[in-house]
Structure formats: C-alpha cells, structure tokens
C-alpha cells in the first residue's frame, strides 16, 4: 500500500494517480475504479470519488460507455486538435519574446534542471519539468489572458507527452531538443524562432501518429 503525504488526502490521491498516469504506469484506456485506488492507496471511498471528479475536471479521466472512468485514449483527432489550439498560442508569443528582446534566464534555469536530471528520473518528473519550462516560456510574453488560456491546456498535453518516452530514450533527447529550440528564440531572429517552435510541435505530433 502507498503512503500519501500532503496536507490534504484528495490532493494527495490526485496527484499520486496523475504521476502514475503521466509515468505511462496507468495507461491510456486502463480503469479508474473506486475499489482498484481504495486498494492502492487505502483511502475511504468519499475522497476517491471526489479526487476522481478532480482528475475528470483535469481531463485525466473520462467516462466509458457513460459509466466507469478510464484514463484517457487520445485519438489522433484529439492530437491534432490539441495542437491547432497550442501552435499558435506559442507561435505569437515566440514573437513577442524576441521583438521585445525579454530575458530568457527563466527557461534557461528550468533547462539546466533538465540537462541536469539523473538517467534513472521517471518520465512523469520529465513531462512535468518539460511543462514548465514551456510555461515559463510563454509566460514571458507578458499576456496576463495567455496565461490564463494556455496553461488550461497542460494537462492534457502532459498526457500525450506520457506517450512520447520511447521517443527520447534517457531524456537526454529531450533536453538537447529544448536547448535547440531555446537557441533559436535567443538568436533574436522572429523566424527562426517560429520556425523552430513550428517544427518542434509538429515533431511531437509525428511521434504521436506514429504510436497508433
């Protein structure tokens, strides 16, 4: 049984089942029944139920069949669709960031933490380190709206992303490809940058079309 410390059990049991989602250990389509985390965590059925409608809030659960939650599948439209929404977001605020000529000594902290990430670190300590440094990276467009808007987005990006490791074996792969990115944006080129960012994004849903 796993031992949940933090200040609130329905945090707690939020946040140990979105790490076991995000890690790939729950993965796409596996259950998400009261009786399977009651076993797990020993945690009464009150704060599951409530830590469930959290995560479906979250869009870490959804309903199959109009019944019993599952983690979600995310088709290739969902894919597609995530990024219509995501590519532009950061697109514009990639341009703002180099007209406006901002310190990135923000993302450059959050990279070095991922450069610096031992080989045994789990994949969900990744997606979240990769998640925000891409935060940070919008953040500094300076948009209170942006961002409200994009970090909305996050959860169920982090979702694909749980399906991506095999893609950057040891996640080093990941760290190099954000230092390319990072780069681009400080060469204070806007079409470099958008350019980078553009095929940065589009890889990552080439790697998720190739998993179907």
Not at 45 to 66: D, H, K, M
Not at 94 to 101: A, L, M, P
């Amino acid at each position: 049984m796993t031992a949940l410390q933090t200040t609130s059990t329905r945090d707690a049991l939020v946040a140990e089942v979105r790490k076991l989602i995000l890690s790939g250990e729950l993965a796409p389509g596996s259950s998400l029944t009261e009786t399977m985390l009651a076993s797990m965590f020993g945690v009464a059925r009150p704060t599951i139920r409530s830590a469930l409608q959290e995560l479906v809030a979250r869009n870490l659960a959804q309903r199959a069949n109009g019944r019993s939650l599952v983690v979600p599948v995310l088709t290739e439209a969902d894919v597609q669709d995530l990024f219509l929404v995501r590519t532009p977001l950061e697109l514009e605020a990639v341009r703002v960031i180099v007209e406006s000529g901002v310190s990135l000594d923000g993302p450059e902290r959050l990279l070095a933490r991922m450069d610096a990430l031992p080989p045994d670190t789990s994949w969900a300590d990744r997606v979240e380190l990769h998640t925000e440094f891409h935060i940070a990276l919008v953040e500094l467009a300076g948009s209170p709206r942006l961002n409200r808007v994009y970090p909305a987005l996050q959860e169920e990006m982090q979702l694909c992303l749980a399906q991506l490791h095999t893609f950057y074996p040891g996640g080093k792969a990941l760290a190099a490809e954000h230092r390319q990115l990072l780069a681009a944006i400080a060469s204070g080129d806007v079409h470099t940058a958008q350019t980078e960012m553009r095929s940065h994004l589009s890889g990552a849903i080439r790697h998720l079309a190739a998993r179907r």
